[in-house]
């Protein structure tokens, strides 16, 4: 009887550390912001397995895939690759830190800097609507669209800030702040499907919630009047909303987050200069 053996070789690719984030080979390119509060995009074979530090990412069919790095994310990171033919590559990722400024926001009514135990209720049910979105892994490359300001104004509060309401220090700031009159239109800063169409939440007011796919959600808050409702899909530029001073605001203003699942991103990142009005 002849015996058959079967040898299955792995091959592993190492990039060196330094100088090697945006990696650019036959099997992963990557490209975007590796530091605190950026998102990359990769690119790798069809059918290929891909995970950032252990955890498994989605890749679509064309090999596509998205990767962020929180406020306050490790310095050190590995994404590995595993093809269909059992090519390995583990690649290093430095993320580079980030300074964050202080920022001192007065005038809130008190019971939005520390709710009343009546509140509590609401709060929680609120924040567990929102965290339950922000758990979408869906097949779609919306974000591929592209991303623009979704309203043009003065830019009031950045990523990443520690806010100190009414003197009293609080968690950081995850989003970008755009100023304008009440009533300036809001538009979608990329393609996707609303997930999120409320009038009156505790902390954020008029809020939209946009779903583009991968884990890459985006929030909308303090909006004035919504034009915009659940299960509609929008397309990048498409009126959702006008700015307004609802729930905790000290001014008119949007409050824009971008988020990778639990990770809180800087879309602020992803953009030009702001627009002249």
């Known amino acids: 009887m002849t015996r058959w053996t079967i040898t299955f070789v792995f091959l592993f690719i190492a990039f060196p550390a330094l ?16 530091l605190q509060g950026g998102v990359v995009f990769g690119q790798t074979k069809s059918g290929s397995s891909v995970a950032l530090d252990g955890r498994q990412v989605r890749v679509s069919k064309d090999g596509r895939f998205v990767i962020g790095f929180g406020r306050d994310h490790q310095v050190n990171s590995l994404l590995t690759v595993k093809t269909q033919t059992n090519i390995r590559i583990s690649h290093p990722i430095q993320v ?25 209720k609401r709060i929680r049910k609120e ?16 974000y591929q669209s592209g991303w623009k300001w979704p309203a043009i104004g003065r830019i009031s509060g950045v990523f990443g800030s ?37 009038k009156d939440l505790y902390y954020t007011g008029g809020t939209v919630m946009i779903d583009h796919g ?18 509609t899909f929008v397309k990048q530029g498409t009126k959702i909303g006008e700015i ?34």
């Open 162 to 198: 520690q806010r100190v309401l009414n003197g009293i220090p609080k968690r950081p700031h995850y989003g970008l702040d755009v100023a304008a009159p009440i009533g300036t239109p809001i538009v979608a800063s990329t393609d996707g499907t609303i997930h999120m169409a409320e």
């Open 96 to 120: 580079k830190t980030r300074q964050y400024k202080t920022e001192k926001v007065n005038g809130l009514p008190a019971s939005k800097v520390t709710p009343s135990a009546k509140f509590l």
């Open 214 to 231: 991968h884990g890459l959600v985006s929030v909308y808050s303090h909006l004035s009047k919504l034009s915009v409702e659940v299960g």
């Open 19 to 34: 100088g090697a984030n945006a990696v650019d080979t036959d099997i992963l390119k990557l490209s975007g912001s590796f």
């Open 127 to 142: 924040n567990g609507k929102i965290a339950q979105i922000r758990t979408l892994d869906t097949d779609e490359n919306w």
């Open 244 to 277: 307004g001073a609802t729930g905790r605001a000290s001014g008119p203003h949007l409050d824009w987050r971008l988020n990778w699942f639990k990770e809180r991103l800087d879309p602020q990142l992803l953009l030009g200069p702001m627009p002249k009005k």
